[in-house]
């Protein structure tokens, strides 16, 4: 239930690919928020990433599909190029340009590949018992812009991969927290201070379970951006 297809390889591995999209955010006319393209490709290759990440896939390669025009490409190609500089990567980068016909906003598309072995898969993998938590707020639109020191970094997403005792990081999409929270919970209810139905845009916020004793040391990490979540039963 992860936004990610996992094909088979061979008996150990999976084929990993993880997208997002972006549309109405650019520089054209009609556009809803108006940014320029390297922040449009920034924030939809970092979704890409996350995703596949966040399930222990190694990154190989990325995609990009570029609606807008020919003459962006060269700046959407330097917003993923700095998510990979962020995330310590340094990966291929292919995709096409629609250049025959004109759109009236701007549209792209964004996919990250990788490989997963199967036993080493993070999904499903938190014990019973596990804490859990959100690290940076959900925003989307405008307030992606107005309110980055309320984001996630991928330098601090990066770390948290690497920590013992975080079982599970799941990247909050525009269905809000109470969606992934669904996907590994059910309809049990939570209790958060952060609104739990708002869309968290690209990935502004992660859900992580972890292991108590880690608490102190992940709110420290994490700052003001630490969100506790308290189970109800």
Not at 85 to 111: H, K, R, W, Y
Not at 137 to 147: D, S, T, Y
Not at 160 to 175: A, C, M, T, W
Request: charged letters at 20%.
């Amino acid at each position: 239930m992860r936004d990610v297809l996992c094909v088979p390889l061979d008996e150990e591995n999976e084929l990993v690919l993880a997208t997002d999209c972006s549309g109405g955010i650019g520089l054209k006319q009609d556009d809803v928020v108006n940014v320029p393209y390297d922040v449009v490709a920034y924030y939809g290759a970092r979704v890409a990433w996350m995703e596949l990440m966040s399930i222990g896939a190694t990154p190989k390669a990325f995609v990009l599909q570029n609606f807008v025009n020919d003459d962006a490409w060269h700046a959407l190609v330097a917003g993923v190029q700095q998510t990979m500089e962020e995330l310590q990567l340094s990966l291929p980068i292919t995709g096409s340009s629609e250049s025959n016909m004109p759109l009236m906003q701007s549209a792209v598309g964004f996919v990250a590949v990788g490989t997963v072995r199967k036993t080493e898969k993070r999904i499903n993998v938190t014990p019973t018992g596990a804490c859990w938590a959100v690290i940076g707020e959900p925003l989307v639109g405008e307030a992606v812009i107005q309110k980055k020191d309320r984001i996630i970094p991928l330098s601090l997403f990066r770390t948290l991969l690497q920590l013992d005792g975080v079982y599970e990081i799941i990247p909050v999409g525009s269905k809000g927290i109470w969606h992934e929270w669904k996907l590994v919970h059910g309809e049990r209810p939570l209790r958060c201070s952060l609104p739990l139905y708002a869309s968290a845009g690209p990935a502004t916020c992660v859900l992580i379970s972890y292991d108590r004793a880690q608490q102190h040391f992940l709110q420290s990490l994490a700052g003001t951006l630490f969100y506790p979540i308290v189970k109800q039963l």
